[in-house]
């Protein structure tokens, strides 16, 4: 990282960052070109799962190379200045390389969802109309490496 004081090192805040952020962002290389796509998640023990279709050209680029990028952005605000070139923002992310499993199996695909639906709010029981979850996927994608970035106070 170029920028030595802006590299999160403190492991809890990395956590805090994969689990309270609202989106993920993968990238895929498909045919020497960047594809990415922005994506509900659920973090958990070094693992974020993604709820998915199983069609589709992601699916198809994760069947050919699984290994991937993501980012991940916790952003906060805007900070402006009088003079346009000082203008600057408060955030955190973290980004990194990890690679993706795709899950067919019913229970470990509801297990995947219930963490994806708690992350978003759910309280109550959840029960899956079984017919939905047997159409869909749950990518797990297992981190690799990862490093945060922050820019703002603290």
């Not at 689990?19 to 290389?29: E, L, Q, Y």
Request: net charge neutral; with cysteine; hydrophobic share 40%.
């Amino acid at each position: 990282m170029r920028r030595q004081d802006k590299e999160i090192k403190d492991t809890a805040i990395i956590h805090e960052i994969l689990t309270n952020s609202r989106i993920c962002h993968i990238g895929m290389v498909d045919n020497n070109e960047a594809y990415i796509v922005p994506v509900n998640y659920a973090y958990e023990n070094g693992l974020i799962y993604i709820h998915s279709a199983p069609h589709g050209r992601k699916m198809e680029i994760l069947r050919s190379n699984n290994l991937v990028s993501f980012v991940i952005e916790f952003s906060d605000e805007i900070i402006m200045d009088a003079n346009p070139c000082e203008w600057s923002a408060k955030y955190r992310s973290v980004m990194g390389k990890g690679t993706i499993s795709i899950e067919n199996d019913q229970v470990l695909k509801k297990a995947g969802l219930d963490l994806i639906m708690r992350k978003y709010g759910a309280v109550t029981e959840l029960n899956y109309d079984e017919s939905s979850v047997s159409r869909m996927v749950l990518l797990i994608l297992k981190i690799i490496s990862v490093t945060g970035k922050q820019s703002g106070a603290w």
